[in-house]
């Protein structure tokens, strides 16, 4: 089992596959300059295969895929039903901005992707195009019915909440949640190389609650003890409101994640810079026992908690995408 020094079990690893995007979301990556990784640089779907076999070996039974946008690398479902056959793999899911997921979603759930979280931070088509520098939202919209269309409930939708952006939107998304039957989960906007976080754009998931409270009645759900997001049920209808706060709340004392970014490190935590690189290791030809103690020893090192929004500021960090979101 992947024990940290803290006693914490590691069962859950998230997957960058690629460090690419279709979308260019303001609070995550800049819109011209980003330097990506060069494709030799990029874990291959067998380099993966191996890592993930020997992640599930250690004891991870769950693999999220993400990015960067997981579905523009090229064959993903390929990657999906090789790392879904692996024993001990329990369930393979991904976050995606639903542009190219409708299109996706059939050859993805039949190559074993059993659930999709869905990132939109507006209902608004104009206010959509303002905040990705895209356009699309009615493709999102189409991705998240296909999802649920598909029966892979929960369908969950990550809304990035931002002061003066988008935070007269919360009761919109609290009535969209009810009307679709998807798990709205509110996060706390965080500071990443290249995203210009500045305080005035930051609100809390308090704040976010309280005023959603306003307009419904909540009820706190018991923590399942693992998970990022704090939920409440929204009161006569069912609906699931979830509250992820790194920034104001961290549930770094439950934490079960470790990550792979897109060029093969191994990270502990995502507000944590320290990392090792699996695939040096794995190209230098290390043995899977090399690569266990590898990982083994990265885990130990592993902190109690993230810094603080201070330290996190004046820390160094990868950009999202090139960790993984
Ligand atoms: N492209 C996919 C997507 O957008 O769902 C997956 C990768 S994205 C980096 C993963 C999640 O991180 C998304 O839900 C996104 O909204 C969130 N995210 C990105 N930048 C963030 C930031 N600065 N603060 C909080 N969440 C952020
Ligand atoms: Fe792309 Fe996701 Fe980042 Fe938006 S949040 S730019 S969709 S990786």
């Known amino acids: 089992m992947l024990n940290d020094s803290f006693g914490r079990i590691h069962s859950y690893l998230r997957l960058a596959v ?13 819109d011209t300059g980003v330097d990506f990784k060069p494709h030799h640089g990029i874990l291959t779907f067998e380099e993966i295969h191996r890592l993930v076999s020997i ?12 990015g960067g946008e997981p579905t523009v690398r090229k064959n993903v479902s390929r990657l999906v039903s090789l790392i879904s056959a692996l024993p001990g793999i329990e369930e393979v899911t991904m976050t995606s901005n639903g542009i190219l997921l409708a299109e996706a979603i059939c050859d993805l759930h039949r190559a074993g992707l059993r659930r999709v979280n869905i990132s939109l931070d507006t209902l608004r088509p104009n206010r959509f195009r303002a905040i990705t520098r895209r356009d699309g939202i009615d493709k999102v919209l189409a991705s998240i019915d296909k999802a649920l269309s598909l029966n892979m409930r929960p369908v969950k939708l990550n809304v990035v909440v931002m002061r003066g952006v988008n935070d007269d939107e919360l009761r919109d998304f609290a009535d969209f949640a009810i009307r679709k039957g998807v798990t709205v989960r509110f996060i706390e906007f965080m500071p990443f190389a290249g995203n210009r976080w500045q305080s005035e754009y930051f609100i809390s998931s308090d704040e976010i609650r309280k005023r959603l409270a306003r307009a419904f009645v909540l009820r706190p759900l018991d923590e399942e003890n693992s998970s990022s997001a704090r939920e409440w049920e929204i009161t006569g209808e069912g609906t699931r409101i979830g509250f992820i706060s790194p920034v104001s709340d961290h549930f770094c004392a439950s934490c079960n994640r470790l990550r792979l970014t897109v060029d093969g490190a191994l990270r502990t935590c995502l507000l944590n810079n320290a990392e090792i690189s699996l695939r040096d290791l794995l190209r230098r030809g290390a043995s899977d026992e090399e690569l266990a103690l590898s990982i083994q020893a990265s885990l130990n090192a592993k902190p109690a908690s993230h810094p603080g929004i201070d330290g996190l500021l004046k820390q160094e960090n990868r950009t999202m995408i090139a960790i993984g979101g």
């Open 55 to 66: 992640f599930s070996m250690l004891g991870i039974r769950k693999i999220r895929l993400t």
């Open 18 to 30: 690629t460090d690419r995007c279709n979308l260019r979301c303001r609070y995550c990556m800049p």
